[in-house]
């Protein structure tokens, strides 16, 4: 102890006692390395940004456009649907071996060639033709349909309106991906007319936009969608008496003396990393005297034959035909093989193909969808509708016409 006390700071510091092996403490204060220094910040800086980029992370997760899942009583009344198993929705039929073994590096792998590998065509050069019309003077006594591109439309029938899958935000989710097609942001929630019920297939962000959801909450009457997807509405500002949730199967009276039949798909649902926990669907809309098909997203199955046999006079039945992938989304989405088939099942007097013509989701050539139709229309003899966005179309009327409006497009 005495020679240790003979040490001035700097030398035990440094370490320059003669005796210095004897004390391991002197050597604990030792500078460090520039190459240790270097490791630490690197390791430091490494931590700060991981440590941001999951709070951002959170926070995008959390932010009220990605919506909510369902809890409570709603949960409990998902737990007992018998189309809800190990924790989440199931389809009726099986899906693709291919579709259930892709891993999440085949996925990252698809997502990384849409991104940065994708062919020009599948967007168009020129704009897209778009018709305009006042529809805040429309005819609420005509039986019509207004298409605004891919998978929204408003649809009149014996006196009601329906708005289907309305999508006017560009972007969704994050403002910079799947832009519209050059001229089809033409419609907002302002040039709407009064509407009675909104309809919503399922969660997906290309069917439920959260800005458009939002400024309709004060504009109608009722919400009829999947279970489940209420949760979102609540948490955008619905009511819970503006919200009706239904199970495949089930159906409900409208004020006008109609129902809104509640039919099942082959598809998924999600807006965030948690899946199928709200269900999709598709819907049958009855009046007192007509009735249409809403298919929302789906791939082809028996269920299809079930529809046409419970409502054998559908006046219309509007079906996906766009952004489809045979390898790995064959059992979610309508191929072009399956579409005619889908149409000689459902038996419906008219059909209007949609979930194209708007933005890309999927490696196809944007006309594709189009040509399919038209060849079914041309060479089948299916009654195809084939409008073009904006374009008001009486599709009771057995006279309708069709300019092919893509072609000349490129």
Not at 39 to 48: A, E, N, P, Y
Not at 72 to 94: C, M, V
Not at 212 to 240: C, I
Not at 245 to 256: C, K, M, Q
Request: with cysteine; hydrophobic share 35%.
């Amino acid at each position: 102890k005495g020679m240790q006390e003979q040490l001035s700071p700097r030398e035990r510091y440094e370490g320059t006692f003669a005796t210095k092996p004897f004390y391991p403490y002197i050597y604990t204060c030792a500078p460090m390395s520039k190459i240790k220094r270097r490791l630490m910040t690197l390791l430091i800086t490494l931590g700060i940004i991981v440590a941001v980029l999951f709070g951002v992370g959170y926070l995008i997760l959390h932010s009220p456009s990605f919506g909510a899942l369902p809890s409570g009583a709603r949960l409990e009344r998902i737990q007992h649907s018998p189309n809800y198993r190990d924790g989440r929705f199931q389809n009726r039929y099986p899906m693709p071996q291919a579709m259930q073994t892709s891993s999440m590096g085949d996925r990252i792998k698809i997502l990384w060639k849409f991104l940065f590998d994708r062919p020009d065509n599948i967007r168009p050069v020129d704009s897209i033709p778009v018709v305009r019309h006042d529809l805040k003077k429309l005819d609420r006594s005509e039986d019509l349909i207004v298409w605004f591109g891919h998978s929204g439309y408003l649809l009149q029938m014996d006196g009601v309106r329906y708005l289907i899958d309305p999508v006017f935000v560009e972007g969704a989710p994050f403002g910079i991906s799947n832009a519209f097609f050059k001229g089809t942001q033409v419609f907002d929630v302002a040039d709407l007319p009064e509407i009675d019920y909104l309809v919503i297939s399922h969660d997906h962000w290309d069917h439920l936009d959260y800005h458009v959801a939002k400024e309709l909450q004060s504009r109608v009457r009722k919400v009829y969608t999947g279970l489940g997807v209420g949760a979102h509405l609540e948490r955008w500002g619905y009511r819970p008496d503006q919200i009706v949730e239904l199970d495949w199967g089930e159906s409900t009276p409208t004020a006008e003396g109609g129902r809104v039949h509640c039919l099942p798909t082959q598809h998924f649902s999600g807006r965030g990393l948690t899946h199928a926990q709200s269900l999709w669907a598709s819907f049958v809309l009855q009046g007192p005297k007509h009735s249409v098909y809403v298919g929302g997203d789906g791939g082809f199955g028996p269920h299809y034959a079930e529809i046409g046999k419970q409502f054998p006079q559908l006046d219309l039945a509007i079906l996906e035909n766009g952004q489809y992938n045979k390898e790995n989304w064959s059992g979610i989405h309508m191929l072009p093989e399956h579409l005619g088939e889908t149409m000689h099942a459902l038996g419906a007097k008219r059909f209007l193909t949609v979930h194209h013509a708007k933005f890309a989701l999927a490696m196809h050539p944007w006309k594709e969808p189009l040509q399919n139709a038209k060849r079914l229309r041309d060479e089948k003899g299916f009654p195809i509708l084939m409008p073009r966005l904006g374009d008001v179309v009486h599709y009771t009327d057995s006279t309708f016409t069709t300019d092919d409006w893509w072609e000349k497009l490129d």
